[in-house]
């Protein structure tokens, strides 16, 4: 069945998270995605770790299903073979250090005015103007100055976020930027140009802590792995393990205290009554749940919030996410090949009925070396 980017051709000058993670999405879909890789060295995400089967975690992860080509692109030659592999590009993805695609003569005005319907997404830390503008930027360091690592912790200490954050979120943007981008020139013929930042990208997902901490005038609440303004709304103690649970609505509030508490007027206590009382009260309340748990398992508590219809949790690890008995039950998992062997990776989340993705191989450096020099007309060279 034909895919719905079959056709569509992307060359990604890219490197670490950010830009990867868009085009693998890219590549999911269908497109043909040729990442240039410095020569001999290649992507430097390739050494971030050797945890799967002696590769990065981080490559397997974002580069599956796409053509690795290694260039020195301040190489005439190897410049020419690039001018060469853009001239028949649809889409050009590029994530260099500021300033370093103008230098190189690849920067959007140079090439959409050679070629107007080429679709070209530049990533940065902090946008083209500005005085941050030449700053270098990577994942923690945007955390940290979108307000991230300040909402997030225990009162004592401030934490990062678990995962790549800066980088998913940009990523994602320019994704559903370019998939935009595409849309558009079916109907008009003209490419666009796409600037995603990641001190923008981010910024947008702490839209809520922000407005909550301007105009409510309150500095970030860091409530550890409990929610900050909604209670009850976190891990509560049982007598074997801990359980997380939600409530998000008066009705929900009135359930819990009747069905799962035993305990019907605690919806009426004055200390608990609206949300705002409980987040106030979280202490007091937290204590009368853990007590009404300490007689139960987690599993015990766990049936009763779901006969009483309440959101729950169990505290996984990333390690046993993998065997998650609902992504093993929907059959989410599939081999992808890679240079030192398969493993197994999860289906993208969007799934389109009757039709299944890509998720081609992860490339080793340099594989298609022969084959793009030779579809795009350059001489392989042996360098030492």
Sequence with gaps: MRQPLEGITVVALEQAVAAPFASRQLADLGARVIKIERRGVGDFARDYDRTVHGQSSYFVWLNRGKESVELDIKDPADRALLGTMLGRADVFLQNLAPGAVERLGLGAGTLRAERPELIHCSISGYGPEGPYRTKKAYDLLVQCETGLVMSTGTPDTPAKAGISIADIATGMYAYSGILAALYERERTGEGVSLHVAMLDSLGE??????????????????????????????????????VFLSVQSEREWVVLCRDVLARPGLAEDPRFRTNDDRVRNDDELTAILEETFDGLTADEVGDLLERAGIANARLRTPEQFTRHPQLAARNRWRAVETPAGPLEALLPPVEVDGREPVMGPVPALGAHNESIRAEFGARQEVRT
Aim: charged share 20%; aromatic share 16%.
């Design 205 to 242: 997902w702490m839209s809520q802590p922000a407005y909550f901490s301007r105009y409510g005038q309150e500095p970030p609440r860091r409530t550890a792995a409990a929610h900050p303004s909604i209670s009850p709304y976190g891990p509560f103690r049982t007598g074997d393990d801990k």
